[in-house]
């Protein structure tokens, strides 16, 4: 069955600092991959998304992902983060047809 | 983008009543629409995939008779939590599928006292 792990429950960082949130997913195939944000009480925002073709991928806010299929890895980056950056973080693997698959989500403070 | 609007936000209910949560796709028409739910601090697990028509698929542990979903329109389904208690507390969340791509509303905290 399909999974997804992100490794780290809860990350600070300092504003203006770089951030790296990883998450690892298990899939038979080439999988589809999100990134998705979640301010308290929110709903969800997409922040990019991998299908195919270049395997990095920029999304909004500033925010990138790099495929990496030898490492089953799908890592969000952001070189400078701002405190409205502070929230959850969900990778998810779709298992077909827009079902997804959520990690258990990685908690963003930022120190200011 | 496309718009997932759910209904309500919020809904405080006592124990052994039932609530009807909605998911709406505004500007598309959605054949498939899935149900989430998210308990404090944890991840999103799916309940059930509601396909316009026909009976939902609900994921292994979810019980149909007390998590009731209809998806009488291409644009709209429903979630009816039967004989809440207050372990059904939780946050709902739905999304729609355009066929491309699936689309979150905004979430529906349910408290059950």
């Known amino acids: 069955a399909q999974s997804v792990t992100q490794p780290d429950i809860h990350i600070t960082v300092s504003e203006g600092a770089s951030l790296e949130l990883r998450c690892n997913y298990s899939?038979?195939?080439?999988?589809?991959l999100f990134w998705y944000v979640q301010s308290p009480g929110q709903g969800l925002q997409l922040l990019l998304k991998y299908f195919s073709g270049d395997t990095l991928v920029q999304g909004i806010k500033g925010f990138e992902a790099e495929f990496k299929r030898s490492q089953s890895s799908f890592n969000l980056r952001k070189p400078s983060v701002h405190w409205s950056d502070a929230a959850e973080y969900f990778c998810a693997v779709d298992q077909g047809a827009q079902k997804l698959v959520f990690g258990q989500g990685t908690r963003l403070t930022i120190n200011p | 983008g496309a718009v997932v609007s759910q209904h309500p936000s919020w809904v405080i209910c006592k124990s052994g009543t039932s609530v009807k949560i909605e998911c709406r796709s505004l500007?598309?028409?959605?054949?498939?629409m899935f149900w989430y739910r998210q308990f404090p601090k944890q991840s999103l697990m799916l309940m059930a995939t509601s396909n316009e028509g026909s009976k939902a698929t609900y994921e292994q542990g979810v019980e149909k008779d007390k998590f009731l979903i209809n998806h009488a329109s291409l644009t709209l389904s429903t979630l009816t939590v039967t004989s809440a208690h207050p372990e059904d507390s939780s946050f709902y969340i739905c999304s729609a599928s355009s066929g491309a791509e699936a689309f979150f509303g905004q979430g529906t905290r349910l408290t059950v006292v």
């Open positions: 500007d598309f028409q959605a054949t498939t």
């Open positions: 899939y038979g195939a080439t999988p589809y």
